[in-house]
């Protein structure tokens, strides 16, 4: 499959600006920069030779035909929060930002369900589903990234123990294929056994198969409250001992996070603040989430004796609502810290929830093996690890040297306990080489195979995933 493209010349820039309108289509350096990167901590930036930011689906139509017929490679972004370099244009092209596309078009009562345009943000989504005491329950780590690229990444976050992950709460989708036709997937309903599901297919596809142009999501009630614990203890086989009782309660709680002690001391340091028990080596944090304040504190005290029988060292339970947005900050604060701290690289592995312990004490061996401090959280409850080989007391040159050789015993220790190689961020750039790892060779050809036939000419976000 080539891999040579065509530039931009100056014919298929006024095809664009007659297609999308001056004031959407930007191509001074100075515009570039910021869609030359996300916010992983390895990409290599890249500049887009222009970046074209439609207002509808006809105009992304358009177009995606003309660059299929002119051959030059599309890059869909959202917000660019990904962690993969998943909208990195790695063969410059056209970076197709649908940030104007923020529209909420309808939030449907009856049914439960909201149909939004791809640009529009979670915390967006969640500001308005607020006023009608409705809930996406899909609440990541960053929630100015957008419905977009939360369904072509299948984005997870602190909430996946109780409502599952993006693809669990979606039910169709708008898109547009690189031939210029659009699909509909799914429907306003919310049994399907009708052919194919291509709703799942897109759903994290990393913007290699279509551009997503409309979402129709499937939405609950608002609980009324959501509270959390905060709970030290003595050893991190302890903490991770405590997930497996907590996930049998009737009453199953919202999110189960782990937290080690290097992760709390990075980001004490950028939030410049104090966590209380920080000299503890592990934390969980739990959130519950119910339809009263004491019904949800009954539930506490019940997680409170299972954590203690474990030996959780205190139970911390914020009163405030001051007190809760700081423990919510420590949790969503350690990526960006880690990121301020210098160098570092990301794992976003996922291994069975019993095996968390297990796979954290594996890598800190790895990283003992290879003189490379690695800190360790994420999210216990639905055994997605995320871990930062930092380059911190070695040499840039050196660290850089290993990371390959660590990354491969990481990835292949958390495929050896029976996991994989992402959990929630994608595989994008960062990670295709070690795809292998955890795919057999018959499913990536499989995917190559699905990929041609959606994008024959390979102009959608080339070189992510894998390389034909
Ligand atoms: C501090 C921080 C915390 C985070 N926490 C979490 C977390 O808890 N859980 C989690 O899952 N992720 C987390 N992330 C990662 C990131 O927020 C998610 O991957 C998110 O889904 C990316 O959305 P985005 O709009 O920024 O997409 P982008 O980064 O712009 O793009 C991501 C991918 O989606 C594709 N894409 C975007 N829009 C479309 C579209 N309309 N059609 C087709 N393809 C498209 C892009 O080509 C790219 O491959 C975190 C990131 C940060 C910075």
Redo the contacts with the bound molecule.
């Keep these: 499959m080539k891999h040579e493209y065509n530039r931009i010349d100056k014919l298929t820039l006024n095809e664009l600006i007659t297609i999308a309108g001056n004031n959407n289509v930007y191509r001074d350096k100075s515009d570039l920069q910021s869609y030359s990167t ?2 992983s901590t390895m990409a290599i930036p890249m500049y887009p030779e222009v970046v074209v930011k439609p207002s509808d689906v006809k105009i992304v139509a358009q177009i995606l035909a003309l660059a299929n017929r002119k051959n030059i490679p599309v ?10 370099g ?2 990195v244009p790695l063969y410059s092209g056209l970076v197709l930002s ?1 940030e104007k596309m923020n529209h909420i078009k309808r939030i449907d009562l009856n049914n439960l369900i909201a149909i939004v345009e ?2 529009v ?1 979670l915390n967006q989504l969640d500001e308005a589903l607020n006023q009608h005491n409705l809930y996406y329950p899909i ?4 929630m ?15 909430n996946a123990v109780k409502y599952g ?2 693809r669990n709460n979606i039910l169709g989708l708008e ?1 547009v294929l690189t031939s210029g036709k659009t699909i509909h997937t799914g429907g306003e309903y919310i049994k399907c056994t009708t052919g194919y599901d291509f709703t799942q297919l ?1 759903t994290g ?4 198969l ?4 409309e979402i129709m999501l499937k939405l609950l009630p608002r609980p009324v409250t959501r509270e959390m614990m905060f709970i030290p203890y003595n050893n991190l086989q302890n903490a991770i001992d405590t997930v497996p009782e907590l996930l049998q309660l009737k009453t199953v709680p919202t999110g189960i996070e782990f937290i080690d002690n290097d992760a709390i001391k990075i980001v004490e340091e950028y939030m410049e603040t104090e966590v209380p028990y920080h000299e503890q080596p592990a934390f969980l944090m739990i959130i519950m989430e119910g339809d009263s304040y004491d019904n949800v504190i009954s539930h506490f005290s019940e997680i409170g004796d299972i954590c203690r029988k474990h030996g959780a060292v205190e139970v911390l339970i914020p009163d405030d609502e001051r007190a809760k947005r700081k423990l919510i900050d420590i949790r ?2 350690i ?2 810290a880690i990121k301020k701290a210098g160098k570092s690289d990301l794992v976003d592995a996922v291994v069975p929830r019993s095996e968390i312990a297990r796979f954290v004490y594996k890598v800190k061996e790895i990283s003992r093996k290879y003189g490379i401090p690695v800190i360790t959280f994420g ?1 216990a409850g639905d055994g997605n690890v995320h871990l930062h080989p930092i380059c911190s007391g070695i040499d840039e040159i050196v660290w850089t040297k290993k990371m390959p050789a660590v990354m491969q015993e990481i990835y292949k220790a958390s495929v050896a306990l029976g996991g994989t190689i992402s ?4 595989i ?1 750039m960062e990670k295709k080489q070690y795809l292998s790892l955890a795919m057999d060779k018959e499913k990536i050809r499989l995917m190559k195979e699905i990929k041609m036939i959606f994008d024959p000419n390979n102009i959608l ?1 080339p070189g ?1 995933i894998f390389d034909l």
Excluded: Y
Excluded at 139 to 142: P, V
Excluded at 144 to 158: C, D, K, M
């Design positions: 996300d916010e890059t869909p972004r959202g917000a660019g929060t990904g962690l993969s998943g909208c649908l791809p640009g943000s609440h990541i780590g960053d100015s990234a957008t419905i977009g690229g939360s369904i072509a990444t299948n984005a997870g976050g602190l992950v993006t898109a897109l596809s990393e913007g290699t279509a551009v997503i142009t969503e604060k990526q960006p999210h959990g929630e961020h994608g994008g976000n992510k």
